[in-house]
């Protein structure tokens, strides 16, 4: 066994900030936590800057990244943006598809980001073709997790309709497997590997017919992985789903078995009281997702009743209008400021731990997120001599990652003991700018 330290200038120690700790690692874990080490041990790898636990994206659409500056230009909904997104997804190919999500991580490592949750549904080739190996695209986001260096939670996506039990449309016949029996069967193929876990996910009750859910949720139940769905992101679902089935989304997912404490709704943003309860009382997470939802012109969901009902709460970058966790969870509480007019809905530190540590359960990562003897040695580094992090009291660092920090400010980041950000360079990916640029590009061509 090899053990290395690594020394933190300030670290938040998940209701404090303690300065000079000394981290040591052992085979991709915390093996040791020493506080009051007031100068880097011999041999310590110094950390200088504000450390946390490492953040946890629990929502990613990679392929969105080359929507960025495409989708903002002149107007619409949701629905127009989802037009635009298909002729993106009708590109891709295995190869361009790892490389773009090759650099779509790094870009995440860049950002503190060390576990990513991959919502994963374009399965097939373009009109649904099958590859030789039916989950070649789903392998390319493994493999790019493993090549930019971060932790990976697949979540095998099974989108099988266009709208209460329409047929898939054109677009979409290459994320169908016809029924939900045969997309759990080609998921059962997937392997886990030490950086990469397999979970499930409903792309939404519209895309997957009512009498299917339940095959999806046992899937998920049986291997006790992780199971998301996007949940009433738009009211026209939530008007299309009363007018099929005579209830809300979320009374159906219940109904259907689909609730309990290893599901996370996404978005979960147009929800009736008995929604919440119904969410909170199961113990169903939620991932919200602040600049994609105000990207699309989604709303603000209730966030603060959906907690307060015992939902707990993680965040993602979904469509990756910009990838940064600090600012989304600063958007949390911005968000429900201008809505309520009142402040103080969070403090700092609940939304780092949505950041970090609830994030990484929802992802199957119970064993990360925290600072502490036996987790896994994954956290990131905040410089706090930035332009927009100079001034504050060290003692203050949660308040100041959250309300002042962005993904610019990100020094280190540290992946089972492994440094894969240094000194705000990508140690794997030399050029992430330019890797993103050429395979955006190529899904241009």
Known sequence: ???????????????????????????????????????????????????????????????????????????????????????????????????????????????????????????????????????????????????????????????LSSGFGAPPNAHQLRFSDGSAEDWATRSALLKERDHARIGAAIHSVRAVPAAQLATVARWAEERR????????????????????????????????????????????????????????????????????????????????????????????????????LLEEARAMELNERLRSRTRGHWTAEALLRAASGDGHAALGWEEAGSLEQGALADFTTIALDSVRTAGPLPRLGAETAVFAASAADVRHTVVAGRQIVRDGAHTLVPDVPGALAAAVAALRD
Do not use: K
């Not at 500056?69 to 127009?80: A, E, I, K, L, N």
């Not at 392998?139 to 930019?148: F, H, N, P, R, S």
């Not at 919200?288 to 015992?310: H, N, W």
């Open 1 to 159: 066994m090899t053990t290395r330290t690594y020394w933190l200038e300030h670290a938040w120690l998940g209701t404090y900030v303690e300065p000079g700790v000394a981290v040591d690692v052992t085979d991709g874990r915390i093996s040791a936590v020493r506080t009051e080490t007031p100068a880097p041990p011999p041999g310590a790898e110094v950390l200088r800057g504000l450390t946390l636990p490492g953040l946890a994206n629990a929502h990613s659409h990679a392929f969105h990244r080359a929507l960025r500056g495409t989708v903002q230009v002149g107007s619409g909904t949701f629905w127009t943006w989802r037009e635009l997104m298909y002729g993106f997804a009708d590109r891709l190919t295995p190869e361009s598809y790892h490389a773009l999500a090759r650099a779509v991580y790094a870009e995440m490592a860049l950002a503190g980001v060390t576990a990513v949750g991959e919502f994963h549904y374009v399965h097939h080739a373009p009109g649904g073709a099958r590859y030789a190996d039916p989950n070649a695209m789903g392998e390319a986001l493994i493999a790019a997790a493993a090549d930019a260096g971060i932790r990976i939670t697949l979540l095998d996506t099974a989108y």
């Open 225 to 324: 992985a992780p199971l998301h769905v996007h949940l009433s992101e738009q009211t026209a679902e939530n008007d299309a789903c009363r007018d099929a089935h005579g209830r809300t989304p979320t009374r159906l997912l219940a109904d259907h078995g689909v609730l309990g404490p290893r599901t996370t709704g996404v978005h979960n943003t147009h929800l009736t009281d008995e929604d919440i309860a119904l969410i909170g009382g199961s113990g169903t997470g939620t991932c919200m997702c602040p600049t994609t939802e105000r990207d699309l012109a989604d709303g603000i969901g209730p966030a603060v009743a959906l907690q307060a009902a015992g939902s707990p709460l993680s965040l993602g970058s979904d469509s990756h209008a910009v990838i940064d």
